[in-house]
């Protein structure tokens, strides 16, 4: 395996750790929150399946997409931290799982933020 490679496998292990977390979550979600274990259960798998994006190299629509997500899923995190949001109207707690999802969720965004910087490199 070429060094290059490694960057997209760091890329795919990170999303892999988001996606799988989100997924354990989801199933202490759904019996007390619906809405919340189904946004964890298909947000978790949809993590999990960019494992394959990475991998396989798809190219830069597919990473970009990646990255949006993985950005959305951020986002709602620190906006429901937030008391008195607007999503869920108080601010909520920041346990140990949060902290590994969100820990990885970053390192997904920087390093697939890497690798289009690299392919843009690499093409000129």
């Known amino acids: 395996m070429d060094r290059s490679h490694a960057i997209y496998l760091a890329a795919a292990a990170a999303t892999a750790i988001a996606g799988i977390t989100h997924v354990?979550?989801?199933?202490?979600s759904l019996p007390n929150n619906v809405n919340n274990g189904i946004l964890f259960l298909v947000g978790g798998i949809a993590q999990v399946f960019w494992v394959v994006p990475m991998v396989k190299k798809w190219g830069r629509a597919w990473y970009s997409v990646g990255i949006g997500g993985t950005?959305?899923?951020v986002a709602l995190w620190v906006i429901?931290?937030?008391?008195d949001n607007p999503i869920t109207g108080r601010g909520g707690p920041v346990s140990q799982n949060a902290i590994i999802v969100?820990?990885?969720?970053?390192?997904f965004l920087a390093i697939a933020s890497a690798i289009i910087m690299y392919e843009k490199r690499k093409k000129l």
């Open 71 to 73: 950005a959305v899923f």
């Open 24 to 28: 354990i979550m989801s199933t202490n």
């Open 80 to 83: 429901t931290r937030i008391p």
């Open 102 to 107: 969100e820990s990885a969720q970053i390192a």
